[in-house]
């Protein structure tokens, strides 16, 4: 079995095969970022299609709050299950190249056909189904990343990979802006579909590489051989003994279930995922119909919020692989207050100028927090249900914060369709659950490797430094620490970087 060397303190020097010393990884990275993009284009489509007349009238929506903002909210429900249920299929069966191609034609034919639906409810249906498409990309993303980075560079492709969530929003409002001006409603989904064929399919297959038994092994081959309660002297699990079929989609979602903080990181990303969704959907229509910029105006502005979180995530990213693992939660700590005080501003200001300026600090300090919440779930879910992990946080937050738009269209609706002022509420009350689970997190934080410890073996050395991750790279499920020239084995875990 081959060891790790360590040079730095959390940083392995792997050998030239391993994936993870590859240059090739940040490719599939910034393939990531551009598929993650052209993703966020396709959901902002709606939110600017409903400042759009024919649009609107084509599918009986004038006037109608709730429907409008109901289009965004079926799309995440379809997206929320699809990410808690799919992703153990994806993770165990597919693996991240093939399932990003599935998912990629599928939404890219589904938004292709939308101008061809003949009703609402037919639209909404096939609004759901984009979802679902969509649902597994982030954990697959995730996936991505924890495979070939080690825990301490985990912070900087977290980052890069979601600027696609910016990039696509900023990019898109002022894109579908554009169609719409110089053509029509209907052009806006063709370009969309045809993009995502065109440049989101031939992108997955030069640049994600399929990882190979010799680094982690498959999906499958990783759900099977893994138990925690086993020691690596123990010998192989037995044939007749490992999870086959729906048994190994099971395991994979219990081990999944079992992330520490899970709770308090169901709540930070529910929070997060409203507060982009609720911004995306309404900002649109807030500064054509409220703040009374025009049509021009109003696409490069609604674009302005996520433009300036693209280097504010970049941004956390770097802070995030430069600080204890104990204190990653300040990163939401802070962009939670800053994000909250900028909408309460938003709402207050007279002055038109001032609250587009407050909405696009707003979008800076929530662009802090988006590198944060995968990161915590790379670092504390176990080894081989991590895209899981993800997926049930990703997954349950969009479902929950799905109901965003409409509730915001709800609340728009109280004042005969303008009542903007209560619908931006709903943004700051968001930023105030960030802040209260994050202090939580700062608080109790103790890393997910906290424990009593286990003695030295016979012969070490008092007051070695304990590498923070020091895993065997070929079996990590079965994981090994070295201490010296010693290697404690099993599933015990002895705190990183203490002094025993």
């Given at each position: 079995?081959?060891?790790?060397?360590?040079?730095?303190l959390?940083?392995?020097?792997?050998?030239p095969?391993?994936?993870?010393?590859?240059?090739?990884r940040?490719?599939?990275?910034l393939?990531?970022?551009?598929?993650?993009?052209?993703?966020?284009?396709d959901r902002?489509?709606?939110?600017?299609l409903?400042?759009?007349n024919?649009?609107?009238?084509?599918?009986?929506l004038?006037?109608?709050?709730?429907?409008?903002?109901?289009?965004?909210?079926?799309?995440?429900?379809?997206?929320?299950l699809?990410?808690?249920?799919?992703t153990?299929?994806?993770e165990?069966?597919?693996?991240?190249?093939?399932?990003?191609?599935?998912?990629?034609?599928?939404?890219?034919?589904?938004?292709?056909?939308?101008?061809?639906?003949?009703s609402?409810?037919?639209l909404?249906?096939?609004?759901?189904?984009?979802?679902?498409?969509?649902?597994?990309?982030?954990?697959?993303?995730?996936?991505y990343v924890?495979?070939?980075?080690?825990?301490?560079?985990?912070?900087?492709?977290?980052?890069?990979?979601?600027?696609?969530?910016?990039?696509?929003?900023?990019?898109?409002?002022?894109?579908?802006?554009?169609?719409?001006?110089?053509?029509?409603?209907?052009?806006?989904?063709?370009?969309?579909?045809?993009?995502?064929?065109?440049?989101?399919?031939?992108?997955?297959?030069?640049f994600i590489?399929?990882?190979?038994?010799?680094?982690?092994?498959?999906?499958?081959?990783?759900?099977?051989d893994r138990?925690?309660?086993?020691?690596p002297?123990?010998?192989?699990?037995?044939?007749?003994?490992?999870?086959?079929?729906?048994?190994i989609?099971?395991?994979?979602?219990?081990?999944?279930?079992?992330?520490?903080?899970?709770?308090?990181?169901?709540l930070?990303e529910?929070?997060?995922?409203?507060?982009?969704?609720?911004?995306?959907?309404?900002?649109?229509?807030?500064?054509?119909?409220e703040?009374?910029?025009?049509?021009?105006?109003?696409?490069?502005l609604?674009?302005?919020?996520?433009?300036?979180?693209?280097?504010?995530?970049?941004?956390?990213?770097?802070?995030?692989?430069?600080?204890?693992?104990?204190?990653?939660?300040?990163?939401?700590?802070?962009?939670?207050?800053?994000?909250g005080a900028?909408?309460?501003l938003a709402?207050?200001?007279?002055?038109?100028?001032?609250?587009?300026?407050?909405?696009?600090?707003?979008?800076?300090f929530?662009?802090?927090?988006g590198?944060?919440i995968?990161?915590?779930?790379?670092r504390?879910?176990?080894?081989?249900?991590?895209?899981?992990?993800?997926?049930?946080?990703?997954?349950?937050?969009?479902?929950?914060?799905?109901?965003?738009?409409?509730?915001?269209?709800?609340?728009?609706a109280?004042?005969?369709?303008?009542?903007?002022?209560?619908?931006?509420?709903?943004?700051?009350?968001?930023?105030?659950?960030?802040l209260?689970?994050a202090?939580?997190?700062l608080?109790?934080?103790?890393?997910?490797?906290?424990?009593q410890?286990?003695?030295?073996?016979?012969?070490?050395v008092?007051?070695?430094?304990?590498?923070?991750?020091?895993?065997?790279?070929a079996?990590?499920?079965?994981?090994?620490r070295?201490?010296?020239?010693?290697t404690?084995?099993?599933?015990h875990?002895?705190?990183?970087?203490?002094?025993?």
């Amino acid at each position: 079995m081959r060891r790790a060397a360590f040079g730095r303190l959390g940083r392995v020097d792997e050998g030239p095969t391993d994936l993870r010393s590859k240059a090739g990884r940040w490719y599939g990275v910034l393939t990531f970022t551009v598929v993650v993009a052209i993703s966020y284009v396709d959901r902002v489509n709606i939110s600017v299609l409903i400042t759009d007349n024919a649009f609107l009238d084509r599918f009986g929506l004038a006037g109608d709050r709730v429907a409008q903002g109901a289009l965004m909210t079926v799309f995440l429900l379809g997206y929320g299950l699809a990410a808690f249920v799919l992703t153990p299929v994806y993770e165990t069966l597919l693996g991240v190249r093939r399932g990003l191609v599935v998912s990629v034609a599928t939404w890219a034919v589904l938004t292709f056909v939308s101008p061809w639906i003949g009703s609402l409810f037919l639209l909404l249906a096939v609004r759901c189904l984009l979802g679902a498409a969509e649902g597994p990309l982030f954990s697959l993303k995730t996936m991505y990343v924890k495979d070939r980075f080690a825990d301490a560079e985990l912070g900087r492709p977290n980052a890069v990979s979601s600027m696609g969530v910016s990039l696509g929003t900023a990019v898109g409002m002022p894109l579908i802006t554009l169609l719409i001006v110089h053509s029509d409603w209907t052009t806006s989904f063709h370009a969309l579909g045809a993009l995502n064929a065109l440049l989101g399919i031939p992108l997955v297959l030069l640049f994600i590489r399929p990882t190979t038994a010799g680094n982690r092994g498959s999906g499958r081959d990783r759900a099977q051989d893994r138990d925690v309660d086993r020691q690596p002297e123990d010998g192989p699990i037995p044939s007749d003994h490992r999870p086959r079929g729906f048994g190994i989609l099971l395991s994979t979602l219990v081990r999944a279930l079992r992330t520490p903080r899970l709770g308090w990181l169901l709540l930070i990303e529910i929070a997060t995922l409203a507060f982009l969704w609720g911004t995306a959907s309404w900002l649109p229509s807030y500064l054509l119909q409220e703040r009374h910029f025009s049509a021009a105006q109003t696409g490069w502005l609604a674009a302005l919020p996520f433009t300036v979180s693209l280097g504010s995530g970049l941004l956390g990213g770097l802070f995030i692989d430069r600080v204890p693992q104990r204190h990653l939660p300040l990163m939401l700590v802070v962009g939670s207050v800053g994000a909250g005080a900028c909408a309460t501003l938003a709402v207050a200001a007279t002055s038109a100028t001032v609250s587009a300026t407050a909405l696009i600090l707003a979008g800076g300090f929530w662009g802090l927090q988006g590198p944060a919440i995968p990161t915590l779930v790379q670092r504390h879910a176990p080894a081989g249900s991590v895209g899981s992990a993800y997926g049930v946080v990703n997954g349950v937050g969009n479902l929950v914060s799905a109901f965003m738009p409409t509730l915001m269209g709800t609340a728009i609706a109280t004042d005969s369709g303008h009542g903007f002022a209560a619908g931006l509420s709903l943004l700051v009350v968001t930023q105030l659950i960030t802040l209260v689970s994050a202090v939580v997190l700062l608080l109790r934080h103790r890393g997910p490797h906290a424990g009593q410890g286990l003695p030295l073996p016979s012969g070490a050395v008092p007051g070695h430094l304990l590498p923070a991750h020091g895993y065997d790279v070929a079996k990590p499920d079965r994981a090994q620490r070295t201490c010296g020239s010693h290697t404690i084995s099993g599933r015990h875990s002895v705190p990183g970087g203490k002094r025993l």
